[in-house]
């Protein structure tokens, strides 16, 4: 295992020592936020072209953007895991880590020697994380899940998209990076475990899982009415409560959502108190069973302002839920993004300043987060071979034959 880097001695996860076995997304968001919070971790490549999204768009100078997002603060050992050389390798690193983290689907890694089983006898306090898209030991284990399917099947998609229309995929990555999120808490939970019993354990964690349990009504509200009620899509609105949705406002698109309390502010608000106590929309029920009248109603009031900062004033004044929708785009010009640290700037060795997603989680304990670079393929091959017990001439014949690679620019 690599030696650690004593400027993150202060931060969450110092001295934490990782073997990621990663690619894509949903892996790498786990060791990407564990990096930002000062974890020793050496991500292992397929040789010779590493990790697919090391080819992804955006690129400048042959660097990946995506991939500089994702890695951030890992050392790269660029090996051919397909070897017997190299899956050896990956049993030593795994003897002396306290986490393997692995999204390379159910099978693939107990066909070569590394699955738990294999990897908890030799160092019974390892926490072994394994994500893929149908989880482990059941009828669907092996089949392929990436995001696109898992928002399928989970139901997501089911509940997403206008009435009548197809239904829609949310239009980011969100299964993957919401099972990466997962599988970052139930690690947290079995760090606290091994640290009050000094036992290891595998976790299992499925993108449909991550997903499912995600459904607020969606399983609950046919189980109740026995099957006479089944959640409807509604577009851009809500098929349930209004105001509850997207609205074009003066300058733009807004996001408005309602609850029953805050009906009489909303009045108040859009300058309309007589709507307060119109029979049809007095309660609820009414306002849930006349949904396009209401929403007819409330899209002309909105466009009777004068501007996006007319409109956010009235709602701010009387505290409505609203906010813009905003283009991701656009996030820097908003200050919230800013005072938040939501859209950071980074430099890279070789694509220079860009932009990213800032770091969600916060900590009174770590008030600052490390600099990272994203490394090059098999970058700390020598490193970590070394550290390993591997002399330079053992390193050598290992190039020669292909078993380690490296890519120096």
């Known amino acids: 295992m690599s030696s650690p880097n004593p400027a993150n001695a202060n931060l969450i996860l110092s001295g934490l020592r990782v073997l990621d076995l990663t690619h894509y997304l949903a892996g790498p968001t786990v060791t990407r936020l564990m990096a930002e919070l000062g974890a020793d971790i050496v991500k292992v490549e397929q040789a010779p072209n590493g ?52 999204n390379r689907g159910p099978g693939v890694l107990e066909r070569r020697g590394l699955g738990w089983k294999d990897l908890e006898g030799q160092n019974p306090q390892l926490i072994m994380v394994s994500i893929s898209g149908f989880g482990h030991g059941n009828s669907l284990s092996s089949r392929p899940g990436l995001d696109f399917i898992g928002q399928a099947m989970s139901g997501f998609m089911a509940v997403t998209g206008e009435r009548d229309g197809a239904p829609m995929p949310v239009g980011t990555s969100f299964a993957d990076v919401t099972t990466g999120v997962h599988a970052l808490a139930a690690l947290g939970l079995a760090l606290y475990y091994r640290e009050r019993t ?40 809500s098929s349930m409560n209004s105001p509850h949705g997207v609205f074009r406002s003066p300058d733009g698109w807004m996001a408005v959502q309602v609850m029953p309390r805050q009906w009489p502010a909303f009045c108040r608000a859009v300058g309309f108190p007589e709507l307060e106590h119109d029979e049809r929309f007095d309660d609820l029920r009414g306002r849930s069973t006349r949904l396009g009248e209401l929403n007819d109603i409330i899209q002309q009031r909105f466009l009777e302002f004068g501007s996006d900062e007319e409109l956010f004033s009235a709602f701010d ?40 997603p800032g770091m969600p989680l916060r900590f009174s304990e770590q008030e600052r987060l490390p600099d990272l670079v994203a490394p090059l393929l098999g970058q700390h091959n020598h490193d970590v071979l070394s550290l390993l017990g591997y002399d330079d001439a053992a390193i050598a014949e290992l190039e020669d034959r292909g078993v380690v690679h490296q890519k120096p620019t």
């Not at 993108?207 to 009415?225: E, R």
């Not at 929708?325 to 996030?331: F, G, L, Q």
């Open 317 to 356: 004044r009387e505290g409505v839920p609203y906010a813009p929708v905003i283009d991701p785009a656009d996030a820097g010009s908003h200050p919230y993004f800013r005072e938040r640290g939501l859209v950071r700037t980074v430099t890279d060795p070789v694509i220079g300043e860009m932009e990213i």
């Open 51 to 102: 990790d697919p999204s090391r080819q992804f768009a955006f690129q400048r100078d042959g660097r990946s953007g995506y991939f500089v997002q994702q890695n951030r603060g890992k050392k790269s050992l660029c090996l051919d895991m397909n070897s017997q050389d190299g899956i050896d390798i990956v049993r030593q690193l795994a003897q002396g880590v306290d986490v393997v983290v692995e």
């Open 198 to 237: 000094g036992r290891g354990q595998h976790i299992d964690i499925s993108m449909i899982d991550s997903l499912f349990h995600q459904l607020d009504m969606q399983i609950q509200g046919p189980s109740i009415t026995g099957g006479k009620w089944r959640y409807k899509r509604g577009g851009s609105k």
